[in-house]
């Protein structure tokens, strides 16, 4: 797996995503990565890792990174992040396809699932720290979610965690409160 430094957005995307699976933040459904089949969907859906075969020893190691980013994204601090990229890769200039020279972040021979997943996000999680600063990491704003994410949005106004989804439902609840106020039948 290779990583380049200046496009953070993926890894945190996978940050967001990952650490909203778990049941916690799933209350309804529940956990979302239950097995390795779950796990290698997981992957295949974000183009991550191709041909990778999941185990349930990689579902335990990624449901511990799944709780390590969680608690940096509660308290992202550089020292904490830089521990899941320290034992994963290394760091080396390349040329991209156009003959730049880029900086990568490449994982090591035979690492593991979870520390590739560790590397994607921890580098992409210094890159946003670093570059956008510590209020990016945030709470989802809808008052029943218990959902985080890393905001990546050039303005910097992102609001929940799943927005298609918590704030849909913030948007259809103040739309039928509207409609109650104005008493308009809402069905």
């Known amino acids: 797996m290779q990583v380049l ?11 967001t995503d990952l650490v909203n699976t778990a049941p916690e933040v799933m209350v309804r459904t529940g956990d979302m990565l239950p097995d390795a089949a779950t796990l290698a969907r997981f992957l295949a859906d974000r183009d991550l890792l191709p041909g990778a075969v999941a185990s349930e020893a990689d579902v335990a190691a990624v449901h511990a990174l799944r709780r390590r980013l969680r608690a940096l994204l509660e308290h992202p601090e550089t020292a904490g992040i830089a521990e899941l990229t320290a034992a994963t890769g290394g760091l080396e200039l390349a040329r991209d396809a156009d ?6 972040v490449r994982a ?8 590739r997943l560790a590397l994607l996000t921890g580098t992409a999680m210094l890159s946003v720290l670093r570059t956008l600063g510590p209020d990016r990491f945030r709470h989802c704003a809808a008052p029943t979610c218990d959902g985080m994410f890393v905001d990546t949005s050039r303005a910097g106004r992102r609001r929940y965690c799943v927005p298609e989804v918590c704030g849909n439902r913030i948007n259809v609840a103040n739309h039928r409160a509207r409609r109650r106020t104005s008493g308009t039948v809402v069905r």
């Open 99 to 104: 003959g730049r020279s880029r900086w990568q």
């Open 108 to 115: 090591r021979p035979g690492a593991s699932l979870a520390d």
């Open 5 to 15: 430094l200046d496009d953070y957005q993926v890894g945190a995307t996978v940050a």
